[in-house]
């Protein structure tokens, strides 16, 4: 049986959304949440759009951007290249149909629903803002660390900025009508209930709390300029600035307002720091990203020997502007300052050049070190956990010159 036609057990239940949807969807003809699953087929995984080998780098349901892709692009990561990070598939959402409920003990009423087209008539909103998986860099806790953690071996290539457009979360949860009891937001996306270790953790959902619901989260419909594409969320996703990728619910279909604290799998098991010297059900939910930096290079790269290379690159942080970034190619005995440019967003990331040139032929190994506003510095080893969250640690990227 298809897992999308099973209600989630946390489902508001079809009496309340039927009523606050105005009952007029098929139930019988489509899915319960009026999806259309994509066949994972021959081992692709569900994602709509096309993923060259030379962009993308695939594994499992997820699509892992090159960065040399991002060579020669301006500050924006083109819809084309911006990374897939799906639990599932990518489900394909009618959105002249389908409606945002709001809806828990947190509202002064019943559930309110918006139709896109609601959205679309709120006062708009745009961020600029990167979104990064709390797993990006997992792959270096054991290739640099000798560190064993499972997950998706994610080199640097799961983060993409774009300059997001829609309505703030918080103008919405003013006209559901949310009262000062209201202590936790629960989104929920549309994409199928995800299975893991054959235990059904139900729809993709976690906890927000609504103070940041309230600060700076957007409800988001356009991404650089044109509709959300289906694999980023269309028609409507949650972009939550500065926070790891898990937070902005793509397909957001509902949000659970409650009176009470929430929890789900996100947040209890997920998306939490375990291991020694944590304590026994882990640290708390992660939020914030740490300080990150990529070179715009191919793994390893490959570069002529004897002469001068423009090395390209990007560093962001999730808590403010990167301020400096630095390069060695002596494995961090000396540092040299690259020279930052143009735009620069709060929740974005900054470009910069480092003009290099190979000390000998050979293997060398270059470091690109960044430090944001608040003083935070990537370190030389990111901190151990079993499931290889927040790999913050200077990458070592391998050059092979010749
Ligand atoms: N509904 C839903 N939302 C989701 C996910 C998902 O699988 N389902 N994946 C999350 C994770 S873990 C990340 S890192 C980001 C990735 O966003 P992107 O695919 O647009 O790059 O979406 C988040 N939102
Ligand atoms: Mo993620």
């Given at each position: 049986m298809n897992p999308l036609f099973t209600p989630a057990k946390d489902d508001p239940g079809p009496g309340r959304t039927a009523a606050a949807e105005g009952g007029t969807r098929p139930r019988v003809t489509t899915t319960t949440d009026g999806t259309t699953p994509l066949p994972v087929a021959?081992?692709?995984?569900?994602?709509?759009k096309s993923l060259p080998p030379g962009t993308f780098a695939v594994h499992g349901t997820n699509a892992e951007t090159r960065?040399?892709?991002?060579?020669?692009?301006?500050?924006l990561t083109p819809e084309h290249l911006f990374f897939v990070r799906n639990h599932t598939t990518t489900p394909l959402i009618d959105a002249a149909t389908r409606r945002l409920t709001l809806w828990g003990t947190?509202?002064?009423?019943g559930p309110v629903a918006f139709t896109y087209r609601d959205l679309l008539e709120m006062p708009a909103e745009t961020a600029t803002a990167f979104i990064e998986c709390a797993g990006n860099g997992r792959r270096f806790y054991g290739e640099q660390q000798n560190q064993k953690v499972s997950g998706t071996r994610w080199r640097l290539g799961a983060v993409g900025v774009a300059c997001w457009r829609g309505v703030r979360l918080a103008a919405l949860l003013e006209r559901a009508g949310m009262t000062a009891a209201a202590v936790a937001l629960m989104p929920r996306g549309l994409d199928a209930e995800y299975v893991e270790g054959g235990e059904n953790l139900g729809r993709v959902r976690r906890p927000l709390p609504v103070a940041k619901a309230l600060d700076d989260v957007l409800v988001a419909y356009e991404m650089n300029g044109r509709p959300l594409p289906p694999d980023h969320g269309h028609p409507a996703r949650l972009v939550v600035p500065g926070w790891v990728g898990v937070a902005s619910i793509k397909w957001l279909g509902d949000i659970e307002v409650s009176a009470e604290p929430l929890e789900s799998p996100w947040s209890t098991r997920l998306y939490r720091m375990h291991g020694p010297g944590l304590p026994p059900g882990g640290g708390p939910p992660l939020t914030r990203i740490g300080v990150k930096s990529a070179f715009e290079?191919?793994?390893?790269a490959r570069l002529e020997a004897g002469r001068e290379h423009l090395l390209h690159g990007r560093s962001w942080s999730g808590n403010g502007q990167v301020v400096r970034v630095d390069v060695s190619d002596d494995e961090g005995v000396s540092w040299r300052p690259a020279r930052l440019h143009g735009e620069r967003h709060p929740s974005g990331w900054v470009r910069w050049t480092f003009a290099w040139t190979p000390p000998s032929a050979g293997n060398h190994r270059l470091l690109a070190r960044a430090a944001d506003e608040t003083g935070a510095v990537q370190p030389v080893r990111a901190a151990y956990n079993a499931l290889g969250y927040g790999f913050d640690a200077v990458a070592r990227h391998p050059v092979v010159v010749a």
């Amino acid at each position: 049986m298809n897992p999308l036609f099973t209600p989630a057990k946390d489902d508001p239940g079809p009496g309340r959304t039927a009523a606050a949807e105005g009952g007029t969807r098929p139930r019988v003809t489509t899915t319960t949440d009026g999806t259309t699953p994509l066949p994972v087929a021959g081992g692709r995984p569900g994602i709509r759009k096309s993923l060259p080998p030379g962009t993308f780098a695939v594994h499992g349901t997820n699509a892992e951007t090159r960065w040399e892709a991002l060579r020669g692009e301006d500050y924006l990561t083109p819809e084309h290249l911006f990374f897939v990070r799906n639990h599932t598939t990518t489900p394909l959402i009618d959105a002249a149909t389908r409606r945002l409920t709001l809806w828990g003990t947190g509202l002064r009423a019943g559930p309110v629903a918006f139709t896109y087209r609601d959205l679309l008539e709120m006062p708009a909103e745009t961020a600029t803002a990167f979104i990064e998986c709390a797993g990006n860099g997992r792959r270096f806790y054991g290739e640099q660390q000798n560190q064993k953690v499972s997950g998706t071996r994610w080199r640097l290539g799961a983060v993409g900025v774009a300059c997001w457009r829609g309505v703030r979360l918080a103008a919405l949860l003013e006209r559901a009508g949310m009262t000062a009891a209201a202590v936790a937001l629960m989104p929920r996306g549309l994409d199928a209930e995800y299975v893991e270790g054959g235990e059904n953790l139900g729809r993709v959902r976690r906890p927000l709390p609504v103070a940041k619901a309230l600060d700076d989260v957007l409800v988001a419909y356009e991404m650089n300029g044109r509709p959300l594409p289906p694999d980023h969320g269309h028609p409507a996703r949650l972009v939550v600035p500065g926070w790891v990728g898990v937070a902005s619910i793509k397909w957001l279909g509902d949000i659970e307002v409650s009176a009470e604290p929430l929890e789900s799998p996100w947040s209890t098991r997920l998306y939490r720091m375990h291991g020694p010297g944590l304590p026994p059900g882990g640290g708390p939910p992660l939020t914030r990203i740490g300080v990150k930096s990529a070179f715009e290079l191919t793994w390893p790269a490959r570069l002529e020997a004897g002469r001068e290379h423009l090395l390209h690159g990007r560093s962001w942080s999730g808590n403010g502007q990167v301020v400096r970034v630095d390069v060695s190619d002596d494995e961090g005995v000396s540092w040299r300052p690259a020279r930052l440019h143009g735009e620069r967003h709060p929740s974005g990331w900054v470009r910069w050049t480092f003009a290099w040139t190979p000390p000998s032929a050979g293997n060398h190994r270059l470091l690109a070190r960044a430090a944001d506003e608040t003083g935070a510095v990537q370190p030389v080893r990111a901190a151990y956990n079993a499931l290889g969250y927040g790999f913050d640690a200077v990458a070592r990227h391998p050059v092979v010159v010749a």
